[in-house]
């Protein structure tokens, strides 16, 4: 016989005989496997799919925990590193987000690990001579589930409503993103109506505002809260776009090129300027609030249950034009005695109105229009605390 074959042959009787000294034949690898399932909305289902995570585990402390009937220590590291991982998942709350042209919903369900019960659903496999065995674990299931998404009809997109807020100085960002924020991930239950002002709460240092200009008195003054009207816009147009009847609703006192399309708008100042929207559908609406910084632009979406609506909201046509108003000036500490620094531009007087049309089975079921009625506007100018001008 030729002798490489016959060293290749005495090595694997060699491995083979070993391994039975060692306690039977070669085994297969072992593992401990997770087993949990995944709930997700998708194209106005909800669907559920099972998933698993696996570890192996040393052959050594398996071979070990066969051989002394009980678990070995050998396997205690490796325990412990799977304990890490499985307890670093955390509940994450359902949230939409755009695949392709669907939305999809899904959620994160947390783990906590159960080391006794996994020790005895391992220890039991090790010694029934079993591949594997399963990881014991308690779920923790997110307060806003996907679950709950479905069980309140909360199964598609509904509409949304975008807005630009290119230019805004830094004051004026920072408290769009705080309103936004206020306003993401909440729910609209059905016939109840939503108050924009109520949602939002108390506007100053203490819930995250900062000062910035506001349109009061016929120029601009610093209050906290300046730049609120980009969010109520915002979510204005996404509720409109909805075909959701508005209940109260504003238009600023003249107009605003942050808020364009004319007049296609909403102002709040409470307690005296609100916006207003009743949920008419027969589930729940939730509202998610999205931006990017980089393009300066805000975005809310709004999710609920498949109405059937049809909404188209008509160009703005304006009308009625006026010649802007003289000047306006006001303190601003930055300019110098004698100069001044342009705040807002001038806008001429002028009246915007826009029809929605809202079809069901392409039959008209509603029609309303949006009409807005601006005052001429003159241009503001800061100027030093002591210029005469503000006399």
């Not at 307890?87 to 755009?98: G, T």
């Not at 993103?177 to 609209?188: C, M, S």
């Not at 075909?243 to 007049?263: A, C, F, M, Q, W």
């Not at 949920?279 to 979406?301: C, G, I, K, M, Y």
């Amino acid at each position: 016989m030729n002798p490489i074959l016959l060293s290749a042959l005495a090595v694997g009787l060699m491995t083979t005989a070993h391994a039975q000294s060692s306690g039977g034949a070669v085994s297969e690898p072992f593992k401990l496997i997770l087993v949990d399932q995944q709930h997700k909305i998708h194209a106005g289902e909800q669907t559920t799919h099972t998933f698993a995570k696996s570890w192996l585990l040393p052959a050594e402390g398996i071979a070990r925990s066969r051989e002394y009937n009980k678990l070995s220590t050998t396997l205690t590291p490796t325990l412990d590193r799977i304990e890490r991982e499985v307890n670093a998942r955390q509940p994450l709350p359902a949230v939409f987000r755009k695949v392709g042209e669907q939305w999809t919903a899904t959620d994160q369900i947390g783990w906590v690990f159960d080391r006794d019960g996994t020790r005895a659903n391992l220890q039991k496999a090790i010694l029934e001579g079993e591949p594997s065995a399963r990881v014991a674990f308690q779920r923790v299931v997110p307060e806003r589930s996907v679950e709950l998404l479905a069980q309140r009809g909360v199964l598609w997109h509904v509409a949304s409503g975008q807005s630009s807020y290119a230019g805004s100085p830094d004051f004026r960002e920072k408290n769009i993103l705080v309103g936004a924020a206020k306003l993401d991930n909440f729910f609209i239950a059905p016939d109840h109506e939503f108050d924009f002002n109520q949602e939002i709460g108390r506007i100053d240092a203490s819930t995250g505002f900062v000062p910035g200009f506001i349109i009061a008195g016929g120029t601009l003054e610093k209050e906290d809260g300046g730049g609120i009207c980009q969010v109520s816009t915002t979510i204005f147009r996404a509720m409109y776009n909805a075909g959701l009847p508005i209940t109260d609703r504003s238009e600023h006192s003249h107009r605003v090129k942050y808020y364009d399309p004319v007049g296609f708008e909403a102002t709040v100042y409470a307690p005296y300027k609100n916006l207003k929207v009743r949920n008419d559908t027969p589930a729940h609406l939730f509202v998610q609030a999205s931006w990017n910084r980089a393009e300066q632009t805000l975005r809310f979406d709004v999710f609920g249950a498949n109405t059937g609506r049809e909404v188209t909201v008509s160009d703005p046509v304006v009308s009625d034009f006026r010649p802007p108003a003289a000047p306006s000036y006001t303190p601003d500490a930055r300019v110098a005695p004698g100069d001044r620094r342009l705040l807002d531009t001038p806008m001429q007087g002028m009246t915007s109105v826009i029809t929605r049309t809202v079809r069901v089975k392409g039959q008209v079921v509603s029609r309303d229009v949006l009409k807005s009625v601006y005052q001429p506007w003159g241009a503001v100018y800061g100027v030093n605390p002591a210029d005469p001008r503000l006399n």
